[in-house]
């Protein structure tokens, strides 16, 4: 991957890894010192391209066919913003989806850092219902999805 400076390639290269459970070819698409950040998840922030590769050797095991799909990419200077689908199959036969947005800034053919909105993709009772349970557990101080399940059509 280096050598490569079009952040786009870097983006290319990353799916062609996932589709092929290349954990070589997809940690040469990351800079040694990579910066991982998840907004909503500011726990899980790490430095290193070792824990991204633990990391991705457990999806591979976990979801063996797993693939990536990009919806979409654009690119300005240095840095891809990428919506990303990734499917597979699970272990236990479930079947796996998750939606990803990822801002990565690269030099050199390489992710340096990227940011992360990394969320399953679930089936759910619609959008009104979405709101109501959202704004009901706001109210009550009450964390989304361990609320009321309707607030009497208040929302």
Not at 32 to 39: A, N
Not at 110 to 124: D, I
Not at 130 to 135: I, K, L
Request: net charge negative; hydrophobic share 40%.
């Amino acid at each position: 991957m280096q050598g490569e400076t079009d952040p786009r390639a870097v983006i290319d290269a990353i799916k062609r890894a996932v589709d092929d459970h290349d954990l070589e070819a997809l940690a040469a698409c990351f800079h040694p010192d990579y910066l991982s950040e998840q907004p909503f998840h500011p726990d899980r922030t790490f430095r290193g391209s070792e824990q991204m590769r633990k990391n991705w050797s457990q999806i591979f095991w976990s979801v063996p066919d797993i693939r990536a799909n990009v919806l979409r990419c654009a690119v300005d200077g240095n840095t891809a913003w990428t919506e990303w689908e990734l499917r597979g199959t699970r272990l236990d036969g479930a079947p796996a989806l998750m939606a990803m947005v990822t801002i990565a800034g690269t030099d050199g053919g390489q992710v340096v850092w990227m940011r992360l909105y990394l969320e399953p993709v679930t089936p759910g009772a619609g959008i009104d219902a979405s709101v109501r349970e959202h704004m009901a557990a706001r109210r009550s101080g009450a964390t989304p999805g361990r609320g009321p399940e309707s607030d009497g059509g208040r929302a």
